[in-house]
């Protein structure tokens, strides 16, 4: 067995520690909140009718500031999909958008509805947010669809982005599958 020389193994061990230093250390257990509406049962599928036409969530954050760390959402068809998190207005509307993720979906993203899987995006980066935020999705190409539960949770809407469209906001049925993850 060759010795390995002790320069070689002090560099080794630099890499290997720059490396630990950017992941998070746990003392313990963490704590996040996960917001969501649905029954955790996809029924149905919701399709986008046109590129304007967006299915937007409203979530009602826990008191006190609360950092963003992942959305979640079910998919039943591949395609492109803009997802917006929004800031809320005074007259509790989707405002101006605070990220924007284009996503790309293939078939190896999309669920059955009984199989568990689920996209995941980073929402790092996020300063902690307070009170009412609005998650919204629509259709940037192809034929994307999302899983939907039949639950009425008076907290799913659509719309229309298109401004010569004077459709407002509707209140939604079926709840889509999109879940967020907080950090107190």
């Known amino acids: 067995m060759e010795a390995i020389p002790v320069t070689r193994l002090l560099g080794l061990l630099a890499l290997l520690g720059a490396g630990c230093a950017s992941a998070p250390v746990l003392s313990g257990p963490s704590r996040e909140v996960i917001l969501g509406y649905d029954d955790a049962h996809p029924a149905t599928s919701f399709a986008f009718t046109s590129d304007t036409f967006e299915s937007v969530l409203r979530f009602q954050l826990p008191d006190g500031p609360h950092r963003p760390l992942r959305l979640r959402l079910q998919v039943e068809n591949a395609g492109k999909l803009e997802v917006n998190v929004y800031e809320s207005t005074p007259l509790e509307t989707p405002g101006s958008a605070i ?19 689920w996209i995941v995006l980073d929402l790092g980066g996020l300063q902690p947010l307070t009170g009412v935020i609005w998650v919204g999705v629509h259709r940037a190409g192809g034929t994307p669809t999302l899983w939907t539960s039949n639950v009425v ?9 298109d401004p010569t469209n004077p459709m407002g906001m509707l209140p939604s049925k079926r709840t889509p599958m999109i879940r967020l993850e907080l950090a107190p």
């Open 153 to 161: 949770s008076g907290q799913a809407f659509v719309r229309d982005n």
């Open 99 to 117: 990220k924007t993720i284009p996503l790309e979906l293939s078939k190896e993203d999309v669920s059955d509805g009984r199989d568990g899987r």
